[in-house]
C-alpha cells in the first residue's frame, strides 16, 4: 500500500513564495517519477512540474522560472517551491507517484489548497 501525504498550501498574496511538500511511503519502486498536478475549479486537472529519481525535471511553461520542483529521494520526498505566485496559480494542487514495471502504477496524493489573493 502507497501513501502520499502532502503539506504546505495556503493562503498567500500575489507575488508571494509557498513551499508545498509530499511524502510517499510503502513499497516503492526505486526507479520512479514524482510530480506535481493542479486543478483549478472548472478546469482539467494538468501537470505543474514532475522529476524522477535521476534529478531530471520538466515543467509547465506557465511556471517556468517561477517553481522549482526538488526531492529527496532517501525520504521519498517531493517538494514544489512556487515564488512570483499569481492569482492564476490559484488551485488544488496534487502529488503524483509512478513508476512502470511491466504496466505503469501511479499513486495520488489526497489534495492542498493554494490560493493567491490579495
Known amino acids: 500500500q502507497v501513501q502520499l501525504v502532502e503539506s504546505g498550501g495556503g493562503l498567500v498574496q500575489p507575488g508571494g513564495s509557498l513551499r508545498l511538500s509530499c511524502a510517499a511511503s510503502g513499497s516503492i519502486f526505486s526507479i520512479n517519477a514524482m510530480g506535481w498536478y493542479r486543478q483549478a475549479p472548472g478546469k482539467q486537472r494538468e501537470l505543474v512540474a514532475i522529476i524522477n529519481e535521476g534529478g531530471s525535471t520538466n515543467y509547465a511553461d506557465s511556471v517556468k522560472g517561477r517553481f522549482t520542483i526538488s526531492r529527496d529521494n532517501a525520504k521519498n520526498t517531493v517538494y514544489l517551491q512556487m515564488n512570483s505566485l499569481k492569482p492564476e496559480d490559484t488551485a488544488v494542487y496534487y502529488c503524483?507517484?509512478?513508476?512502470?514495471?511491466?504496466?505503469?502504477?501511479?499513486?495520488w496524493g489526497q489534495g492542498t489548497q493554494v490560493t493567491v489573493s490579495s
Open positions: 503524483k507517484l509512478t513508476w512502470l514495471v511491466l504496466v505503469e502504477y501511479a499513486y
